[in-house]
Nanobody, 124 residues
Framework: QLRFVESGGGLVQPGGSLRLSCAAS????????IGWFRQAPGKEHEGVLC????????HYADSVKGRFTISRDNAKNTVYLQMNSLKPEDTAIYYC?????????????????WGQGTQVTVSS
């Protein structure tokens, strides 16, 4: 069963940048839709961005438009979340998951393969 490993989180000052990585050993990701999600303390999981197998991008969170981008490197079997102009409200655990299909879904319940997540803390 596919399980993602998220990495790249950390403590960053407001206005800073981080790049998160999403990898899965034993599975090729190029033909899968991969989504990034986050969960802030005391809140539900929130969809951030998703990339389809054809590299179509779906935005789920208006608050990150213009600041976050999603991409994939098929040679490295990795999907990235580039986060710029970070704000304290971006503080959360960030997860990646897949629909096990080629297209993204607006339903969080359509996703699986959740890893442990990576903590992002934006604070001065």
């Amino acid at each position: 069963q596919l399980r993602f490993v998220e990495s790249g989180g950390g403590l960053v000052q407001p206005g800073g940048s981080l790049r998160l990585s999403c990898a899965a050993s034993g599975f090729t990701l190029y033909n899968l839709a991969i989504g990034w999600f986050r969960q802030a303390p005391g809140k539900e999981h929130e969809g951030v961005l998703c990339i389809s197998s054809s590299d179509g991008i779906t935005h789920y969170a208006d608050s990150v438009k213009g600041r976050f981008t999603i991409s994939r490197d098929n040679a490295k079997n990795t999907v990235y979340l580039q986060m710029n102009s970070l704000k304290p409200e971006d503080t959360a655990i960030y997860y990646c998951a897949t629909t096990y299909g080629s297209t993204c879904s607006p339903r969080i319940t359509a996703y699986d393969g959740w890893g442990q997540g990576t903590q992002v803390t934006v604070s001065s």
